[in-house]
């Protein structure tokens, strides 16, 4: 079965400065989808972006980026610019190719200090 | 549109009562799902509809979980009898299943269930 696994519980991060959140997966599938969900305070889960595995462009979407290191099974988001209202828990999510089923990991929980 | 609509958002209850949570997904969507949230297991799929069948049902942890979708625009995810440890949030996602490469899931607002 995939596996997502988010090693840091917890990151910080001044306002204005650039954090990167990891997360690695396993799996033996060669067509999948990555994503990135955030759950602020509120806690409805919003899409930050998402990665399809068989582009080898690493997705952005505004202050958010990810790398996306296909042999290594690694994914991680980069946020430029940190901003107050990115204070949330992040998880990182696998989906198998012609599944809709998600596999989420733990999720880091980001603080940004002023 | 409203989005994911889920009801109730907060639910307290006692140990053996039945709990019923209610989902509506955004119009036109044809899958739905079923989450369940815990400090301890993080996000888990419990189960998912495709045009009101239930397609995957492997999540349900037991017996006393149940799930339907009689129509389009309604389901429900019934617990009976309930249990401390069913204390969660649950959630409650939609999208638009196709052909095309991924289909994005919009998540409701959740409810947070509280069995004593």
């Known amino acids: 079965a995939q596996t997502v696994t988010q090693s840091q519980p917890e990151m910080s991060v001044q306002e204005a400065e650039t954090v990167t959140l990891s997360c690695t997966y396993d799996t033996s599938e060669s067509d999948y989808y990555l994503f990135w969900y955030k759950q602020p305070p509120s806690r409805q889960m919003i899409l930050v972006i998402r990665q399809e595995a068989y582009k080898q462009q690493n997705a952005t979407e505004n202050r958010f980026s990810v790398n996306f290191q296909k042999a290594a099974k690694s994914f991680s988001l980069k946020i430029s610019d940190s901003q107050r209202g990115d204070a949330a828990m992040y998880f990182c999510?696998?989906?198998?190719?012609?599944?809709?089923?998600?596999?989420f990991g733990k999720g880091t929980k980001l603080t940004v200090n002023p | 549109d409203a989005g994911v609509i889920q009801s109730p958002r907060h639910e307290v209850t006692e140990m053996g009562q039945e709990v019923t949570l209610r989902c509506k997904p955004i119009s036109g969507h044809n899958s739905l799902f079923w989450y369940r949230q815990t400090m301890m297991r993080g996000l888990e799929l419990l189960i998912y509809f495709n045009n009101n069948v239930p397609i995957d049902d492997s999540g349900m942890p037991e017996d006393r979980f149940s799930a339907k979708m009689p129509n389009a625009s309604f389901s429900t995810l019934k617990i009976q009898p309930s249990e401390p440890r069913d204390s969660a949030v649950y959630f409650c996602a939609s999208s638009l299943a196709g052909s095309w490469s991924y289909n994005e899931q919009f998540f409701g607002p959740g409810t947070r269930l509280t069995v004593l």
């Open positions: 999510a696998y989906s198998q190719g012609g599944s809709e089923k998600l596999v």
